[in-house]
């Protein structure tokens, strides 16, 4: 079975006690309903995020996840359980809506995120998805990759994934 879903979220990036919007984007899922196998693609856009740094200096950062390997897992008795690798990549940090591109500042290694079904999850409607990742280091981020390093590195986030089946 295949199914296409609306996909909205937002993880919370603890170190810097932020929010970042997921979506609106898709999630492809196959899944064998006999044996319970599925995996899926999600295709997120770019996101911003508005934060204040050292308690005073208002700031923002834009970023890019990427899926790095499908998601793989089951659908069992009304569950679901799934994960997969990502790439997180900042392409734009700021202060004051001034913003300064930021060519390739990236993880140094993909994003394990694993998801569950919170509830009983239908294939046909959908569902919400939650989780918990850390972030590993960043590189080529320039002056910026130390602080960036410091702020947001090996830090348990949330994730929160909501799935509507399209119509």
Avoid: W
Avoid at 21 to 45: N, R, W, Y
Avoid at 94 to 116: D, S
């Amino acid at each position: 079975m295949k199914i296409a879903y609306d996909t909205v979220g937002e993880t919370h990036l603890a170190g810097l006690d932020a929010k970042l919007p997921l979506g609106p984007g898709q999630t492809d899922v196959e899944v064998d309903l006999q044996s319970g196998k599925l995996g899926a693609k999600i295709t997120l856009p770019e996101a911003r995020t508005d934060f204040t740094l050292f308690g005073f200096l208002p700031t923002h950062a834009k970023i890019k996840i990427t899926q790095a390997s499908d998601l793989a897992g089951t659908f069992q008795a009304g569950a679901v359980n799934v994960a997969g690798d990502f790439g997180i990549q900042i392409v734009e940090v700021g202060h004051f809506g001034i913003g300064i591109p930021m060519q390739n500042c990236k993880t140094t290694a993909p994003v394990r995120i694993a998801l569950k079904s919170e509830g009983s999850f239908n294939p046909t409607a959908g569902g919400r998805l939650t989780g918990k990742y850390q972030i590993p280091k960043f590189a080529d981020c320039g002056i910026d990759t130390e602080i960036i390093n410091g702020l947001v590195t090996g830090k348990d986030n949330p994730i929160t994934v909501d799935l509507a089946a399209k119509k």
